[in-house]
């Protein structure tokens, strides 16, 4: 990416709030509070909390796909409402590139059962799951007519997405995109993460000493791309530039990141040998942070190599670990936070620990700059970090 590509729309839905300046607004208030779930059952003695959407309705025209699609419409729609949707015509190309990791393949068990037990159940949940590809329903609901990727690369996958899309606009391949990431919690990602040990059954404490596993979450969030062509033709405001993507993969462990950050350092130098960027104009780091305890010593040690003095929060005590939604979410509420100026306490972190070398801020704090970078660090030794700027940053 010569060029930053810039950012016309945001859509954003998480256990914070329903819609981009609502999640915002919300990161400085007290965080909401994890509960058991209670949309799905499991037999584990220990209720483990998680960051459910329980208030969230679909829209009763989403009632044909599955809820991870059903989630993804809601905030795709949310980015693109500041455009018409003319503007996606033949003419010009628009792309649709969507993050998730689960999302709709593993929540039709209750049709599996009654299959098993010959039931002759109705194949309507059937139907609804071979829509519901995540990519293709906002493509075909929202007009998009050119290049479509569903991206599954566990964690990062939202991230990802973000900076596949921002590249298509970089190399003329199209003219918008929209991208993001979105994924439903169900019971059997939450049984999987159990059975990993890697699962609190209190408030995740990210960075803290006391750390004790992640909280499971659910959301999605897009962000709306436009090439340099439509902004000089359309005049719409810009809300932020994707600047740079980097991705490594350190192909450690199957679940662990390499204990050296290595994965995580390749996608940041990819983010360094950017021109224009340099690592004392950097604002804040949104880190991971998902409060486990390889994830976080791992992640630590990277920014105090790559960014000392840097601040750096977590939001995964807001908004629970949203899987392959959490990078776009995260990517959203950087935006955000340089757009309002400060960053807020990363919540959950009260005791230092020893053995990490870099500590994430606990109080709000205003930042001095508007360049802010947003990384994932996933499964399989994946790792994405975005470079995003405010609409200071640019010009």
């Not at 990161?27 to 220990?46: A, I, R, V």
């Not at 003419?91 to 039931?119: I, M």
């Not at 001095?368 to 030794?381: N, P, R, T, V």
Request: proline residues 6%; contains cysteine; hydrophobic residues 35%.
């Amino acid at each position: 990416m010569k060029q930053p590509v810039a950012i016309v729309g945001m859509g954003c839905l998480c256990a914070l709030g329903e819609g981009y300046e609502p999640c915002t607004e919300a990161l400085f208030m007290t965080p909401p509070t994890p509960y058991p779930p209670q949309y799905f059952e499991t037999t584990h003695t220990k209720r483990y909390p998680v960051f459910e959407m329980g208030r969230w309705k679909a829209p009763s025209t989403s009632t044909k796909y599955m809820r991870t699609t059903q989630l993804g419409l809601s905030a795709a729609k949310e980015a693109i409402a500041v455009v018409d949707k003319e503007m996606f015509s033949d003419t010009c190309q628009a792309g649709v590139c969507v993050g998730s990791t689960v999302g709709v393949t593993l929540n039709n068990e209750p049709f599996y059962r009654r299959y098993r037990l010959r039931d002759d159940p109705s194949m309507a949940a059937i139907y609804r799951y071979l829509k519901s590809n995540p990519a293709q329903a906002v493509a075909n609901e929202l007009g998009f007519q050119g290049p479509c990727q569903t991206i599954a690369n566990a964690c990062s996958s939202g991230t990802d997405a973000i900076g596949v899309g921002a590249r298509w606009i970089a190399i003329g391949l199209c003219d918008w995109v929209l991208a993001g990431g979105t994924d439903e919690l169900c019971r059997t990602t939450y049984n999987g993460f159990i059975a990993l040990q890697i699962t609190s059954n209190e408030p995740c404490r990210p960075f803290d000493a006391n750390r004790t596993g992640l909280n499971l979450g659910e959301g999605a969030a897009f962000v709306l791309m436009a090439s340099d062509t439509v902004i000089h033709k359309t005049g719409l405001p810009v809300k932020g530039h994707v600047l740079a993507y980097g991705a490594g993969c350190d192909a450690y462990h199957l679940t662990a990141p390499a204990p050296d950050g290595r994965g995580l350092g390749q996608a940041l130098d990819q983010i360094f040998e950017t021109d224009g960027i340099e690592k004392d104009a950097v604002a804040f780091v949104n880190a991971h942070g998902t409060g486990t305890k390889d994830n976080d010593l791992t992640e630590s040690s990277v920014l105090a190599t790559y960014l000392p003095g840097v601040p750096f929060i977590s939001t995964k005590r807001y908004t629970g670990h949203t899987l392959g939604a959490a990078g776009a979410i995260e990517a959203v509420l950087t935006l955000g936070c340089l757009e309002v100026g400060k960053i807020p306490p990363s919540a959950g972190f009260d005791t230092p620990d020893s053995q990490l070398p870099a500590a994430p801020v606990k109080t709000e704090t205003l930042i001095d700059g508007s360049i802010a970078l947003s990384q994932s660090l996933a499964f399989g030794g994946n790792n994405a970090v975005l470079a995003l700027a405010g609409t200071k940053g640019i010009g």
